[in-house]
């Protein structure tokens, strides 16, 4: 079992989840956060520490959220030089985007995409 970062994170990005991950197993993306399944010891730190609530144990994820946990998976192999393990600010519109439902279409799968959207 491994944790995933769901909808709520997205256009949000807050790191304060990374930053107690004692084995490195988050991933930054332009404007969202994955957890690499295979670093993911379950440990349930980063669950606490997510003031979305967007993080689940995959076998906990809500139904509507169930493809996150592919994309988790897929995102981290595609983030892996993108290690996080220590806060930053969040982005800087998280507060309007925070408690939005519904934010797939506002991902950022890549960074060379973010810079394309600037």
Not at 20 to 36: H, Q
Request: aromatic share 8%; net charge negative; hydrophobic share 35%.
């Amino acid at each position: 079992m491994a944790y995933v970062v769901t909808d709520p994170c997205i256009q949000c990005k807050h790191t304060n989840c990374a930053a107690v991950c004692p084995v490195d197993a988050f991933r930054e993306g332009p404007n969202f956060l994955v957890i690499d399944p295979i670093e993911c010891i379950d440990c349930d730190a980063c669950v606490a520490e997510c003031p979305e609530e967007a993080i689940y144990p995959d076998d906990e994820v809500p139904m509507e959220w169930e493809d996150y946990i592919e994309l988790n998976e897929r995102l981290s192999e595609e983030w892996t030089n993108h290690v996080i393990n220590q806060a930053k600010e969040a982005l800087p519109n998280a507060e309007k985007w925070s408690g939005k439902e519904n934010k797939r279409e506002q991902l950022i799968e890549s960074w060379e995409e973010e810079k394309a959207v600037k």
